[in-house]
C-alpha cells in the first residue's frame, strides 16, 4: 500500500538553526498538508499546500516556517531560526481530491536544545 | 479557535469489554468527523469516519454513533483486543477535508 514517507525520523538542532523536514507524499495525491504534535498533546494543523500554493495556514505557521514543492515528488517544511518551543513530532500528511481521507506519515521528531 | 473536546484522557478495558470514547465538537460547520489510530512512534492512522447526514456507521469491530443535535460523536470499540491498545484522536473539520481540528486524544489500554 503507497505510504508519505518522513525524512529524517529524528533532527537535533540548536536554537536558531534552519531545519528542513522532509515529506514524499503518496504519488497520486493532490492536497498536502503539515501537522505537528507536542509530546503528549493533540495534533494540531499547521499548514495546507495545492496547486503550488498555501491554501490555508494557522496562527502557529508564521514568518519563520515555509513550506515548498521543489520537484514532482517532495514537500518540505522549514524552519527559518528555530526556537526551545518548536520542538514537537512534525507530520506530513496527503489525499486525493474530494473528500478523500488524509493519510500521514510517521512523522519526524525535532528537538531544539 | 473552534475546539474538540475529548473524553476520557485515558481508558482501561478488559479484553472482550467495549471501549467508548467520546467527543463534543463547537463549529456547526463541521461535515466530516473522523477517528485516528496512533502507535508510538507511528502517524495517525483513519479508522474510521462519518458524516452528519447518518446517526451510526459500523465497520467491523468499530462503531462512530453521531448526534447533530448535541454536537457530540462517539467511537465504540466491542469485542476490545489487545492489539487495540493505542491513543485514539477524534476530529472534525468542514470545506471538503481541509484542516482537520484534532481532539485531545484517549490513550486506550485492553488487558487480558
Known amino acids: 500500500e503507497p505510504e508519505v514517507t518522513q525524512t529524517p525520523s529524528h533532527q537535533v538542532t540548536q536554537m536558531g538553526q534552519e531545519v528542513i523536514l522532509r515529506c514524499v507524499p503518496i504519488?497520486?495525491?493532490?492536497?498536502f498538508y503539515w501537522y505537528r504534535q507536542i509530546l503528549g498533546q493533540k495534533v494540531e494543523f499547521l499548514v495546507s499546500?495545492?496547486?503550488?500554493?498555501?491554501?490555508?495556514k494557522s496562527e502557529i505557521f508564521d514568518d519563520q516556517f515555509s513550506v515548498e514543492r521543489p520537484d514532482g515528488s517532495n514537500f518540505t517544511l522549514k524552519i527559518r531560526s528555530t526556537k526551545l518551543e518548536d520542538s514537537a513530532m512534525y507530520f506530513c500528511?496527503?489525499?486525493?481530491?474530494?473528500?478523500?481521507?488524509?493519510?500521514f506519515g510517521n512523522g519526524t521528531r525535532l528537538t531544539v536544545t | 479557535q473552534q475546539q474538540v473536546k475529548q473524553s476520557p484522557q485515558s481508558l482501561i478495558v478488559q479484553k472482550g469489554g467495549i471501549s467508548i470514547i467520546n467527543c463534543a465538537y463547537e463549529?456547526?460547520?463541521?461535515?466530516?468527523f473522523p477517528w485516528y489510530q496512533q502507535f508510538p512512534g507511528k502517524g495517525p492512522a483513519l479508522l474510521i469516519a462519518?458524516?452528519?447526514?447518518?446517526s451510526e456507521k459500523k465497520e467491523g469491530r468499530f462503531t462512530i454513533s453521531f448526534n447533530k443535535s448535541a454536537k457530540q460523536f462517539s467511537l465504540h470499540i466491542m469485542d476490545s483486543q489487545p492489539g487495540d491498545s493505542a491513543t485514539y484522536f477524534c476530529?472534525?473539520?468542514?470545506?471538503?477535508?481541509?484542516?482537520?481540528?484534532f481532539g485531545t486524544g484517549t490513550r486506550l489500554t485492553i488487558i487480558p
Open positions: 462519518i458524516r452528519p447526514d447518518v
Open positions: 499546500f495545492y496547486n503550488n500554493e498555501i491554501s490555508e
Open positions: 504519488s497520486n495525491h493532490l492536497y
Open positions: 500528511a496527503s489525499r486525493d481530491g474530494g473528500y478523500s481521507p488524509l493519510h
Open positions: 476530529a472534525s473539520c468542514g470545506d471538503g477535508n481541509e484542516k482537520l481540528t
Open positions: 463549529n456547526t460547520a463541521f461535515d466530516y
